[in-house]
């Protein structure tokens, strides 16, 4: 939750990209810039917001701040760059960024767990099916780790690639 805000009227003219989609408002990856914001006196906040690259006026109304959080992020790389990248990069990066410890690496983890352990059980003969089922929640552990971190810079780094190219002359390899 790092990037929750105390007040609606921390979010007023800012850029924020646009994490979730939310019906008849703006799409997931476009970047708005939040024009107004305050709050009802029925409770929640209507939020006053323009898209960026067309210009577009949306009024949304959020129940609270955490659900307005959910909906868009603070990206001030995104935000600087928007121009250069496509909706399915823009797409790809909030779908790498979004993973947690939790919903990528556990689940990768538990699998793995359960495929050596019972690898192990099938082998017992000696202390063999036990020194498998370790060594191999071992690896399954490393792998999920390697992948969630490779991941996250690997997607940095191909945005930095296509920037760095299109707009310095510089390839990153």
Request: glycine share 8%.
């Amino acid at each position: 939750m790092a990037n929750m805000i105390n007040s609606i009227d921390e979010a007023v003219d800012c850029k924020y990209l646009v994490v979730k989609d939310r019906k008849n408002q703006a799409k997931c990856g476009t970047l708005v810039h939040i024009m107004s914001a305050k709050e009802n006196s029925g409770g929640g906040y209507l939020v006053g917001y323009r898209v960026t690259n067309t210009g577009q006026d949306f009024t949304e109304r959020f129940e609270t701040l955490k659900e307005f959080c959910n909906w868009v992020k603070p990206d001030s790389f995104i935000a600087r760059y928007y121009d250069c990248f496509d909706i399915s990069e823009i797409a790809k990066y909030i779908k790498i960024n979004q993973r947690t410890f939790v919903n990528f690496c556990l689940p990768i983890i538990i699998v793995g767990l359960i495929v050596f352990w019972i690898l192990g059980a099938a082998i017992i003969k000696g202390g063999g099916g036990i020194v498998i089922a370790i060594v191999g929640s071992v690896i399954s552990v490393a792998c999920a780790l390697f992948l969630y971190k490779h991941s996250k810079t690997q997607i940095k780094m191909d945005l930095y690639k296509k920037i760095g190219s299109s707009r310095w002359g510089v390839n990153f390899k």
